[in-house]
Antibody
Framework: EVQLVQSGAEVKKPGESLRISCKGS????????ITWVRQLPGKGLEWMAK????????TFSPSFEGHVTVSVDKSITTAYLQLSSLKPSDTAIYYC????????????WGQGTLVTVSS | QSVLTQPPSVSGAPGQRVTISCTGS?????????VHWYQQFPGTAPRLLIY???NRPSGVPDRFSGSKSATSASLAITGLQAEDEADYYC????????????FGGGTKVTVL
């Protein structure tokens, strides 16, 4: 069974950093890309970035480039999203998803990680 | 402001047909990029509903269908059911070398 299991909810203070994990199982991890998507409270989906799990080639949305870091550790079939210098406006649910092709659909999604940034 | 434009809401009675439009531009849908559609219920992760403009993954009922033309795409739900009440998002890609993804703003489907 294909699964993407994300790390748990986080509460952070402004200025802190955070790394969210997304562990893939039940499929050949390095054959797929991992996409990261943000959903602000009560709002729509925002495409952030994708990373090729085989060679770590990355693509970023212009809205997020320079503000987030994505990486993978093939040895433990896990992808990461790192957010730094957190602001209250980073409060959101962050999802990972897998895709087979560069512009293909995201066919399996993680359960989401709620990040709350508050002083 | 989302790159792809969807109506904020559509509604219909059970059994009716509703459509959701997704309007892009020459740099995404109009450049030949595929459109995918996702369904999201409150408090849950999105689910792939339609891929490659008009293909349904296994397990998606055939009352859901997609189409694409020029710079826009549509999702149709025929024989609307109460369980279809959810948010729906279209997704495509910028046709630049990097090919970053873009979403529509989402459409809330209400079953009357």
């Amino acid at each position: 069974e294909v699964q993407l299991v994300q790390s748990g909810a986080e509460v952070k203070k402004p200025g802190e950093s955070l790394r969210i994990s997304c562990k893939g199982s039940g499929y050949s991890f390095t054959k797929y890309w991992i996409t990261w998507v943000r959903q602000l409270p009560g709002k729509g989906l925002e495409w952030m970035a994708k990373i090729d799990a085989s060679d770590s080639y990355k693509t970023f949305s212009p809205s997020f480039e320079g503000h987030v870091t994505v990486s993978v550790d093939k040895s433990i079939t896990t992808a990461y999203l790192q957010l730094s210098s957190l602001k209250p406006s980073d409060t959101a649910i962050y999802y990972c998803a897998r895709r087979l092709a560069v512009t293909g659909p995201d066919d399996f999604w993680g359960q989401g990680t709620l990040v709350t940034v508050s002083s | 402001q989302s790159v792809l434009t969807q109506p904020p809401s559509v509604s219909g009675a059970p059994g009716q047909r509703v459509t959701i439009s997704c309007t892009g531009s020459g740099s995404n849908i109009g450049a030949g990029s595929d459109v995918h559609w996702y369904q999201q219920f409150p408090g849950t992760a999105p689910r792939l509903l339609i891929y490659g403009n008009n293909n349904r993954p296994s397990g998606v009922p055939d009352r859901f269908s997609g189409s694409k033309s020029a710079t826009s795409a549509s999702l149709a739900i025929t024989g609307l059911q109460a369980e279809d009440e959810a948010d729906y998002y279209c997704q495509s890609y910028d046709n630049s070398l990097s090919g970053w993804g873009v979403f529509g703003g989402g459409t809330k489907v209400t079953v009357l």
